[in-house]
Structure formats: structure tokens, C-alpha cells
């Protein structure tokens, strides 16, 4: 039986999934007790309020992949019929399939300034989440096959883990005239886009060891 997230309970639109979370837990939790079989729970899900309220906004996701004004006309049509459309918008391509070639990429001018005001840097940002981890636990990130990165992916798309990670985790480094991947797993915030954007789907997040990770203070 998936609950929570892990059944992709959040209501994207809100923001909101803990009381989907609890909703989803109590209702297999009861289902177990009653049936003592995992069968029957996903249709027991979809015809509860939260399968109903799932259903209500299932299009708004999958309408950003379109662009942004396709994405926000759907969404005012989808709030207007409460999810009514008799259609279902799918996610046909994954996020990791997503990222174009270098190739056919001109990045636009953005007119960045210098940032002045904390955090001014994502190290910075990591000190903020006090993330720690015992240094001694095996790594919790794994990449498959590290010649990609400094082959395939540097040409192909100038490794944008790099970039994706908000905690600066992945670095190209040049070691003895050689360039390679470092990871500084310790850095960790536990989002997860790795595991999900890396363009070649080599990366794999794991659980750290109990209790390691970000301790987001006074949130
Ligand atoms: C930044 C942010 C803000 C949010 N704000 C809100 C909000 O304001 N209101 C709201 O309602 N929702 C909010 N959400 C969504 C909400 O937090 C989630 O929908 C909800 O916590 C999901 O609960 P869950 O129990 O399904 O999963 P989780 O809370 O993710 O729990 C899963 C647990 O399983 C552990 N785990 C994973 N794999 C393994 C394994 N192999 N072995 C052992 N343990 C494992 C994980 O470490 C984790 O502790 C927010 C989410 C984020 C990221
Ligand atoms: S899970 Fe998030 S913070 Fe951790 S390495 Fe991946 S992208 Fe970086």
C-alpha cells in the first residue's frame, strides 16, 4: 500500500500534504485491520475526500509542462469547473529527459546583479538549514558511473548538478591534472532533485543513517 507522498498525495495547487499524509495512513491503517489484505485500498483511496480532492486538481501540474501562460489559462479553467474538465493531463516526459543539449541551449540575458542581502551564497543557505551528518556513514549518494561526468555530461550539458543542487554538493574538480566529480555529501539538504534531474539518471539519493541531515531552525 503507498501512502503520503509516496503515493503522490500532495495537493500540488495548495502546497499542502501532511493531512493528506495522515488522511492516506488512518485509512490503510483501518483497511489492514478490517481486510487484513493490502487488495481494495486504492480504490478505498480514490473514493475518499482525499482520493476526491486529489482528482480535483490533477491537472494543474501537468499544464505547466506547456509553458507558463498554457499553464496558468488551464489552471483558471480547472479552478473555475473545480476539476471537471473531463480530460486528464499526463507528465508524458520525465523531468530527467527534460534538460536540452547544450547545443540547442542559448541562455538569455537574465540581468543579474550582485546580491547584497544574506544568504549571497548556497553555502551560506547550507549553514542556515544546520545540516550535519556523521562524516563516518556511508554515502548516502550514489552515482553509478562518474566517467560520465567528465566526459559525456560535461559536453553535453556542463554539469548541471553543479547547478540543480541548492546545496553545492556536486563539484567538477581538477585532481593531478585530471578533472573528477567530488561530492560533498555532508553538505546534503535531502531535496532529492538529484536523484530525479541528473540528465542521464546515474544518480541514486539513499536515506542517510537516522537523524542526519538539515535541522531547519525557528521555521
Ligand atoms: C519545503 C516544503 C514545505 C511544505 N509545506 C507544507 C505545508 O505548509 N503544509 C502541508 O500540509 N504540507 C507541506 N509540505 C508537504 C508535506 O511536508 C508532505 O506532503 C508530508 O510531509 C508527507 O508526509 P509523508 O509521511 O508521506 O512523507 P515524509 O514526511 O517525507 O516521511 C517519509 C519518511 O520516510 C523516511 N524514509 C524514506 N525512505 C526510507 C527508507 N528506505 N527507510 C527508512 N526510512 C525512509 C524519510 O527519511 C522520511 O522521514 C511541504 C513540503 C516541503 C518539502
Ligand atoms: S538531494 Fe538535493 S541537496 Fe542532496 S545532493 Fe541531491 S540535489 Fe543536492
Not at 116 to 132: E, H, Q
Not at 152 to 157: G, L, N, Q, V, Y
Amino acid at each position: 500500500m503507498l501512502i503520503g507522498d509516496a503515493a503522490g498525495g500532495v495537493n500540488v495547487p495548495k502546497i499542502k500534504g501532511v493531512h493528506q499524509a495522515i488522511r492516506s495512513g488512518m485509512l490503510a491503517a483501518e483497511h489492514l485491520a478490517e481486510t487484513g489484505s493490502p487488495e481494495g485500498f486504492d480504490a478505498l483511496w480514490r473514493a475518499s475526500a482525499g482520493g476526491r480532492e486529489l482528482r480535483a486538481v490533477r491537472n494543474f501540474k501537468p499544464g505547466f509542462k506547456r509553458g507558463l501562460w498554457w499553464g496558468l489559462a488551464n489552471s483558471g479553467l480547472e479552478v473555475l469547473t473545480r476539476g471537471r474538465t473531463p480530460w486528464t493531463l499526463k507528465n508524458a516526459v520525465p523531468d530527467h529527459q527534460r534538460l536540452k543539449h547544450l547545443s540547442e541551449y542559448e541562455s538569455p540575458p537574465r540581468g543579474w546583479v550582485e546580491r547584497t542581502l544574506p544568504p549571497r551564497d548556497r553555502l551560506a543557505s547550507v549553514f542556515f538549514a544546520s545540516t550535519s551528518h556523521d562524516e563516518g556513514q556511508p554515502a548516502h549518494l550514489k552515482v553509478r558511473d562518474t566517467s560520465i561526468c567528465t566526459d559525456r555530461c560535461a559536453r553535453e550539458f556542463d554539469n548541471p548538478c553543479q547547478r540543480f543542487c541548492p546545496a553545492n554538493v556536486y563539484e567538477i574538480v581538477e585532481d593531478s591534472g585530471r578533472r573528477r566529480l567530488q561530492i560533498n555529501a555532508a553538505n546534503c539538504v535531502h531535496c532529492k532533485a538529484c536523484d530525479i534531474k541528473d540528465p542521464y539518471g546515474i544518480i541514486d539519493w539513499t536515506p542517510p543513517e537516522g537523524g542526519s541531515g538539515p535541522n531547519y531552525q525557528s521555521l
